[in-house]
């Protein structure tokens, strides 16, 4: 039987964080009620997240400083740690793909002791008094700005098992692609009705724990629409 290597993804806001950063930072920084409006757009399909992203951060005040004492407040799920870990051990890659800004997710991660794992977010830099963003991966994706899905195809290959860690909105690309999945919240629903076979999770131990119990069981399978979709999506490039 053929041996494959897993390849995990994982998303920032929601899944590592207790809470969306990202949200939070606009919501308090930017106009409350057009960052809501906003999202509520982007959500239904009226606006791709490059412009949610754009609009949230067209009303946005804030220096830097008062930014990274505001993302100072925000925990990460305490359990991670054990999964990046475990991760590490069985010499698993692991990289973090957000739909998010670097800034916070980089501080965040430093604050709590994580190094090494590579992040693939949208960047944004602090100039006069307000926040500007900037986009390093351009896709095809009208859903996304950084899209998830695109990141999955363009750092796997035939012979990598993908495992997907989230809980969101901007994830739904993404599980298109996975062969293991695991969620939560608005994305377990997702899973739920776009029959897409998931795992659900509350914490990062849950998600170790079964993890490491597929790579023990042998039975680290593709999961075959998943294989399917690649396939297209290599084939129309
Ligand atoms: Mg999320």
Not at 153 to 176: H, K, P, W
């Amino acid at each position: 039987m053929k041996s494959y290597k897993p390849k995990v993804f994982v998303d920032f806001d929601g899944t590592i964080t207790k809470q969306d950063v990202g949200n939070a930072f606009f919501r308090k920084f930017g106009n409350e009620a057009e960052s809501m409006k906003a999202v509520a757009q982007w959500k239904s399909g009226e606006i791709s997240g490059r412009d949610l992203l754009l609009t949230e951060a067209s009303t946005a005040e804030v220096t830097e400083s008062a930014a990274e004492k505001f993302v100072d407040g925000f925990e990460i799920d305490p359990t991670f740690r054990i999964f990046f870990d475990f991760c590490r051990e069985e010499g698993i890659e692991m990289s973090i793909l957000s739909d998010g800004l670097a800034f916070y997710i980089e501080r965040i991660l430093s604050s709590n002791g994580i190094a090494g794992v590579p992040v693939y977010s949208n960047s944004s830099h602090f100039k006069n008094g307000g926040i500007a963003i900037e986009f390093p991966y351009e896709s095809e994706c009208t859903k996304c700005a950084n899209c998830k899905g695109y990141q999955i195809l363009t750092q796997t290959g035939a012979d990598d098992i993908i495992v997907y860690v989230g809980n969101g909105f901007s994830d739904r690309c993404a599980v298109q692609y996975a062969d293991i999945v695991f969620a939560k919240d608005e994305l377990l629903k997702y899973c739920e009705e776009s029959n897409i076979t998931y795992f659900p999770f509350n914490t990062f131990e849950e998600v170790r724990a079964k993890f490491s119990k597929i790579l023990g069981s042998g039975k680290l399978r593709k999961r075959h629409r998943a294989e399917l979709k690649r396939r297209e999506a290599y084939l129309s490039e």
